[in-house]
């Protein structure tokens, strides 16, 4: 019988005995399925991810008019299509104003036919939250018809809320209209800018990081009923079986349990995968379509999880000697080396330490150096907590009699301690680097806006070519119940010279009192003119300015209404206007928006009459914010006074978006990882419990107290994961010191994520312990001391 | 039935039943300080549990259990198993060594519960390892050390709080012949030698031997057997 065959055979019998050992041998086989297959999803989601962000991305270029063709003059195949996004209730709404100019205007992705004047097609989400209760009043802002619902190819997830609002209204002014585009077609080859690499090096640890635990607990989940199982192949010793053998079939069962587990965990990615499209995570969602595994990726899952299975069967069997007298012994295990244990960390500091700096200048990362380094860095808390573990139970004695039980089977067998902690350990560590990262480039991601939410909530930024005059715009916006000041300031251009050249001088209008809101006034009276010096304490002011009594042009003096090819309106030219000569000099302030401006501020009655239809103009609205709706009744106010007008929410800073999405999925990917290790945990915790049924009978019998043992139980447990954890929080502090110097951060500890990641941890291990309180305290009934 | 004067341990129509299955159906018993009563019977005659009533492992269904006077059947778990610390010592066929303390810490472990400090807990276990002629085993762990050594320490951790009963359930059942002897012996001379009573449970006529008196379990009744010496 050739090798192969005799591997064959052997592991085919081990197979047998996975499933044919009656309820208990079931049972057995189906705890290692359930964990290997709890583990199998977890590596198929984390191996779709990458394809599903990029069939996001394909959605998105697939409908955009960033760089898709373009026309000069309207034709049978142009569509003018205009953005015309909004905002209700912290969510974030796609929009667009499309108008066909001819019958063969291309369609965007998933819609059926363009919607006419007074019809708008919406994604499935907007429409269920127009017909629910919760968007009351975002229905009173999109009151259109619908024509259609927009199909998925136009959706980059299924939770995006988009509409398409058909007009006969929507015109392009000329070329640097730039609100408008003429297109006839969508979608468009992008040469994606990569992720910023900072946030490149935070996806992939968080993979590493989530992905190494798993693969522990997949290691651990293969030796569930390992004590038992090796005195059933004691007996097949007696019977004739080989040491060789008996390992073979060991590995058998261990085989079978990960095949198990491979169905399993394809299940649960199947039922994962179709309930991803019913989540969204901060208005992030995904079509289960687009959640598949990379084919290569999922072959890899498939051999490697059965592979591993049987290697680490083989692996911890290698100390066991099986006798066919149906004793089991352990040998006595040789003394752990720790060269080989320090090595490994070390290998993975060697290789991330060269890329210190790397983030700076927006430098790039060699990801698999990267992530080779944070493996070994995490194998290297693994190999070296067993060590740790015996070196540290070597010397201990006395104590009371709960401690000595403990520190003595932990002297005996620390591997197995060992291996419990293992992947909460470094799934602590992990997180605890990620934290201290995130906490690091916190400042550098989360940018302060420059704006000013106390003196105005919203912005109305009004672009020229606006549909309504800026002052009955202004007028309405007062109106909405909940609003208590709205301040409207036009912005006009003026030049020394026509056509001007870059550096034209802004003449900004407005009352005296809105005037305030960007200069430092003293006294104003209707009819003033200033002129504006820049700020002392900035030198980011642009533009340039002019002295009392200079003659400027103002109007088109950049010379777009002789330009516009297209004649979609009549432009008056430039015409002459001098500065008054009473202007007085006043120094800038920074406006509701962070901004500063320079130029000239005029009150309505000194200002030029022939400005034209260019001005820029904001209205800053101030809110009493304990009226829930008044913000979303203004945008509603705005929105039909002129939809292309934006209302804009100021905040003082501002998230990077990819930054906070990240560190989510860390949140919520460790406390899974934690969950599903605490399950390995106490599945292990148990059958420990339950191999030394008769031995805890005994003990009881003889009078010792059931809180002696159960303690005994909790140090077994406490001393392993405090060593683990202690390891863990100084693992993680050096890996997350050695990713702050990749990113070019000033080292600095960040101690609430120590302590909450060490903190949750131990609470795993302590809920575990309290789970494991009432089966330990049924196997210490005298039943098992009954032998008939 | 009326309890002998003397009696150290004594039980009176004991009934216990597991579901259905009568274990014990009005079974009697007694013993005097310093006696070897052997309790015989086919398996899952209910010898077991009636030696495990006796110890106050498992409370009866019904009956009396007197132990120097005292009602047994009406302590609580916890005075029940105080008593089992501290007057009663045990000796099992299987499992009753803790695999990773060493020989001498087995042995010790009953004084440990009693609060007695390691040192002098270990001091007075090793008198006992020297009475058993297991002193060279004294490092050794249960896993090194052969069945028959093990029931030997087993039979010291017995005797190593000067118990006034000890239990013994088919101590030598997992044992060879020539082992089997041995332990008896030494328990036997050992028990008697502190004045403690031994309740034997065994199915060996040729362990009974070593008894003063045989009492014999059938169907849960219990039957005394008084030996001719």
Known sequence: MSRLQVWARDLGMGTRFAFGGGREGWTRTLLTGVGVGLGVALLLISTAIPGALAQRYERGDARS??????????????????RIGQTYRNKDIEGNMIRAEGPDAPLPPGLKRIPGPGEMALSPALDELLKSSDGALLRERLDARVSEIVGAPGLVGPGELLFYLGSDTLRKNGPEDYRV????????????????????????????????????????????????????LAALRLVGADGRMVRRIAAGEALAGSLIGLVLGAGFFAVGRSLVGSFSLQQRSVFPADLDPAPWLAVLVALAVPAAAVAVTLFALRGVV??????????????????WRLLLPLVGIGLLLPMGGRGNDHGRFNQWQVAGGVVLLLIGVTVLIPWLLERFVAKMSGG???WQLAVRRLQVNSGAAARLVNGIAVAVAGAIALQMLFAGVEGEYTKSTGQDPGRAAVAVIVNRDAQTPMDDLAQRIAAVPGVTRAVPLTSAHAAH????????VQVTIGTCDALGEVATLGSCKEGDAFVVTGSTSRDDVYGATAKPGDELFVGDVRGYGSASASGTTDRPGPAKWKVPADARTVPSREDPTGQLRSGLLVTPSAAPKEIGSFPDARIFVQVDESGPNTLDLARNAVFKADPFVTAMRLRDTKEAAGYSSIRTGLFFGAIAVLVLIGGSLL??????????????????????????????????????????????????VGLGAVLMSMAAQPLRIDWASVLGMTAAGAGVVVVVTLLSLPPLLRLMRPDGLRTE | MMTPAGTLLAATDLRKAFGTTKALDGAEFSIHPGEVVAVMGPSGSGKSTLLHCLAGIVPPDSGSITYAGRELTSLNDAERSALRRTEFGFVFQFGQLVPELTCVENVALPLRLTGVKRKEAERTALHWMEQLQVEELVAKRPGEISGGQGQRVAVAR????????????????????????????LLTEAARSANAAVVLVTHETRVAAYSDREIVVRDGKSRDMERIV
């Open chain 1, 65 to 82: 008019t960033l760089n898709s063709e373009r026309a000069d003059a309207p034709g049978p195949d142009t569509l003018l299509i205009a």
């Open chain 1, 181 to 232: 585009q003429r297109v006839t077609g969508f979608g468009h080859d992008t040469d994606r800018e990569g992720l910023d690499p900072v946030l490149m090096l935070m996806v992939v640890l968080t993979f590493v990081a989530l992905l190494m635990p798993v693969a522990v607990f997949i290691a651990t989940a293969v030796r569930f009923g390992g004590e038992r199982r090796d005195r059933r």
């Open chain 1, 322 to 339: 099986i006798e066919p007298l149906g004793v089991v012994r352990t040998t006595k295990p040789s003394r752990r080396r720790i060269w």
């Open chain 1, 400 to 402: 009371p009699v709960s």
């Open chain 1, 497 to 504: 010279q026509v056509p001007a050249d870059e550096e034209t």
């Open chain 1, 683 to 732: 599945v292990s915790q148990l059958e420990q419990l339950r191999e030394r049924k008769r031995l805890l009978s005994a003990l009881v019998a003889f009078g010792t107290k059931r809180s002696t043992l159960s303690l005994s139980v909790l140090w077994q447990t406490a001393v392993p994961i405090v060593l683990g954890l202690v390891l863990a929080a100084g693992a993680g």
């Open chain 2, 158 to 185: 017995a005797l190593v709080t000067a118990p006034r009963v000890i239990f013994a359930d088919e101590p030598t059942g997992a044992l060879d012949s020539l082992n089997g002897e041995l332990v008896m012996q």
